[in-house]
């Protein structure tokens, strides 16, 4: 019964969103977000099956949304959240075992726990569990190298170490390239001219890797 009307909001609060936040490149909100959105839901629902529709909805919006916003958006996108559903209460979320382990492999790295770099190294768990791939931008030494190797770190221990029975958590393995250091034909690769006979680019045979491997373990 509240379908249409949380629909409506969400389409009106993604209307409010692209006219009064900063215009940003990354900032989406067409038909890939509200897939995320769905996504996101689906998957909280599922697991939080008390929850009613309406904090289900908020969560997802906010989860899916908030990584990609600059800070100077956040109290705005807040503020709208806040005026389309006024009187509902979002409890916090609890991480729990992803937390812990996150604030452990940072200090195994000899890294400062800030609350800050936890927290967006969840939030790029949140992102990897509802999109195929994701883009961390931000200026040099800010932290997007250390924040995706202690995300693939605490997953991995998790997984491999302390056996979690949350399947989110799986090993990692990561396949790194600069495809600025090599032609188009190289990452992505290209047909030969003259044989018409098809040669793989570095892009495409990590893909291929990736497609043949059995298991549960991740390959970002």
């Known amino acids: 019964d509240d379908a249409p009307v949380l629909s409506a909001k969400m389409v009106h609060l993604y209307k ?3 006219e009064q936040l900063s215009q940003q490149k990354h900032y989406d909100f067409g038909m890939r977000a509200v897939k995320s959105v769905l996504v996101m839901a689906g998957a909280l629902k599922k697991e939080y099956s008390k929850l009613t529709e ?42 729990g075992e992803l937390q812990a382990q996150t604030e452990e492999s940072i200090a195994i790295h000899r890294l400062e726990p800030q609350p800050t770099f936890i927290t967006k190294v969840i939030q790029l768990f949140d992102t990897f569990n509802v999109r195929f791939g994701a883009m961390i931008v931000g200026p040099t030494g800010g932290g ?8 693939a770190d605490a997953m991995t221990r998790l997984r491999k ?50 497609a043949k491997k059995e298991g549960n373990s991740r390959d970002w």
């Not at 979690?164 to 047909?191: H, W």
Request: proline share 5%.
């Open 161 to 210: 170490a302390k056996h979690s029975a949350d399947q989110r958590f799986q090993e990692v393995n990561i396949e790194c390239l600069n495809p600025k250091s090599i032609t188009m034909g190289e990452l992505y690769g290209l047909e030969n001219r003259d044989t018409k006979e098809w040669t793989d680019g570095l892009a495409s045979q990590i893909l291929r890797r990736s």
């Open 144 to 151: 997007k190298t250390t924040c995706y190797k202690i995300l």
């Open 54 to 95: 309406d904090v289900v909805l908020i969560r997802a919006m906010r989860d899916s949304n908030i990584p990609k916003f600059l800070a100077d958006d956040l109290p705005r996108f807040k503020a709208l959240i806040q005026d389309m559903f006024p009187r509902v209460n979002i409890p916090e979320v609890d991480y």
């Open 16 to 18: 409010l969103a692209s």
